[in-house]
């Protein structure tokens, strides 16, 4: 069982996005070791078809398994919607979503009983957040809206650009006129748009991030199947960082997001597991 407790978490977005789990991961477990594998080479999985996201998912996970995680968290909403299904009991580690912890975070946060899901389109196609959102309360309206053009906002560094008050404004109005009292932030990127598109859409409409109970779900996980490290004082948990491409441009990025100064991080032939 001490290996297993000192093993890494293996997580996997299809860029940098998925960071933004990490960040909420080293707020709530900071005893935990991280493993990030971040596919580059085939960002955006919006905008394929669900058989390519689960092989890519699958190989991704076969990757990860290779540093002897012990858990894997799918922080990608397009493949946790696409493919936490299909890939769960494929392997012998415990594997989560992002989509089943957001979805339930909304729930609580809404009032009204009206929620808006903004994700990439392939998220927003399978209707996954209504489904999982109506598993939980069948009354909930639930308005869902893909917003594609945030994630290359985001990933060539466009936050504070004039152009994506524009695209924020392009995507939302619709959402701002209706009367959702929650929204869910349902893909990895938007957390980094965040303070603008709250500003936009006013005090009203409460912003769920579905990171945070990610994070506390995991933490549920590892402790009921007492895997959770058990910590030693003056130990600095370890991060690593893999791409499969372009690894020096995911380092600044991710510079820009992490709290710490991100390694070295290593490019992986992804195509080959
Ligand atoms: N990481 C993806 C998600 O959370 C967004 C970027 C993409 O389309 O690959 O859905």
């Known amino acids: 069982m001490e290996c297993k407790k000192t093993a890494p978490i293996g997580v996997f977005d299809s860029g940098v996005g998925g960071l933004t789990v990490v960040r909420e991961m080293i707020r709530q477990l900071p005893e935990e070791n991280i493993v990030y594998f971040g596919d580059t080479a085939r960002v955006p999985y919006g905008s394929k078809s669900q058989k390519t996201i689960i092989r890519f998912s699958e190989q991704i996970i076969r990757f990860l398994k290779t540093k002897q995680v012990k858990a894997i968290v799918i922080a990608c909403n397009t493949a946790s919607a696409l493919a936490l299904d299909a890939v769960r009991d494929e392997f012998d580690v415990p594997v989560m979503g992002v989509v089943i912890p957001g979805a339930r975070a909304a729930v609580e946060a809404t009032l009204n009983q009206k929620v808006g899901v903004v994700g990439t389109e392939a998220t927003v196609q399978s209707g996954m957040y ?5 598993e939980m309360n069948p009354q909930i309206q639930v308005i869902e809206k893909a917003c594609p053009l945030f994630v290359p906002l985001v990933e060539e560094g466009f936050k504070e650009h004039v152009v994506t008050q524009e695209v924020i404004e392009y995507y939302l109005e619709s959402l701002r006129d209706t009367d959702i009292d929650a929204m869910i932030l349902g893909c990895t990127h938007y957390p980094l748009l965040r ?5 936009y859409l006013g005090d009203k ?3 769920v991030n579905p990171a945070y109970e990610t994070a506390m779900d995991l933490k549920a996980v590892l402790e009921k199947q007492q895997m959770a490290h058990d910590g ?3 130990r600095k948990s370890q991060y690593e960082f893999y791409v499969s491409d372009a690894a020096e441009k995911f380092r600044r990025f991710a510079n820009t997001v992490m709290p710490f100064d991100v390694p070295e991080t290593n490019v992986v032939n992804i195509e080959g597991y």
Do not use: L
């Open 130 to 134: 209504t489904k999982i959102i109506h």
């Open 195 to 199: 303070s603008r598109i709250k500003r």
């Open 205 to 207: 409409i409460q912003i």
């Open 232 to 234: 030693v004082s003056g």
